[in-house]
Every structure is written in structure tokens, then in C-alpha cells.
């Protein structure tokens, strides 16, 4: 079956940086535009960051523009987040999700939180001021 394994969150201070990754098994990697959205407690599930199948497109939301940075590595079925000048307000759990764009164009990017297919069980990523 399809699993999304995040890994990398834990406490960071103001400032500093993370480096989320997401092992991705079950599925074949390349056809599957990928995303992170986070969860702060008592908050919507939104959307980080979303990258094509290739790698080539991405798109960052507004908050983390210039800050966060999506990556992928087909070789290793593995998509990262690496969180840059990290703020109390990025503290949230962080969950890796996977759409099936096989039959889409190559630079599509899914950004409803509905058109995914899988999700992670989440990683916490907490930053203190």
C-alpha cells in the first residue's frame, strides 16, 4: 500500500532551520505531484508548498515565500522541505501528501487540500521565540 513517511521536525528556535523529508513507498514517485501543508491547533490544514512530477514547477505560499524551499529526488522517491529563518508562527505539524497526476500536464501543481490522494501521519515542528 502507499505510505508518506515525514521525518526531520522537532524544536527549533527563531531564526533557524529545518529540513523535512518524506520517504514516499507504494506508488510509482514520478507520476505524483507532491505537496506539504501544515496544521497549526485550531487552524486549517494549508497548503506549504507544492512541486510537479519532474521538480520543475513549484509553488510556495505566500507566508513562506523566500523562506521555504520544496524539493524532490525521483532517484529516491523522497520530497524535502527545507525551512529557512524559522518563526513561531511556522509551529505546526507538517504533513507530505502525494496526487496522482499521470494523466495531467507536466507542470501541473494540486493546491486543494481535497485533490490529494495520500497523506503522512505528520511531523511536529515547533519553534520558540
Known amino acids: 500500500q502507499v505510505q508518506l513517511v515525514e521525518s526531520g521536525g522537532g524544536l527549533v528556535q527563531a531564526g533557524g532551520s529545518l529540513r523535512l523529508s518524506c520517504a514516499a513507498s507504494g506508488l510509482t514517485f514520478t507520476t505524483y505531484t507532491m505537496g506539504w501543508f501544515r496544521q497549526a491547533p485550531g487552524q486549517e490544514r494549508d497548503l506549504v508548498a507544492a512541486i510537479s512530477r519532474s521538480g520543475a514547477y513549484t509553488l510556495d505560499a505566500d507566508s513562506v515565500k523566500g523562506r521555504f524551499t520544496i524539493s524532490r529526488d525521483n532517484a529516491k522517491n523522497t520530497v524535502y522541505l527545507q525551512m529557512n529563518l524559522l518563526q513561531p508562527e511556522d509551529t505546526a505539524v507538517y504533513y507530505c501528501?502525494?496526487?496522482?497526476?499521470?494523466?495531467?500536464?507536466?507542470?501541473?501543481?494540486?493546491?486543494?487540500?481535497?485533490?490529494?490522494?495520500?497523506w503522512g501521519q505528520g511531523t511536529q515542528v515547533t519553534v520558540s521565540s
Open positions: 501528501t502525494a496526487k496522482n497526476a499521470a494523466y495531467s500536464c507536466t507542470n501541473y501543481l494540486a493546491t486543494p487540500r481535497k485533490d490529494y490522494d495520500y
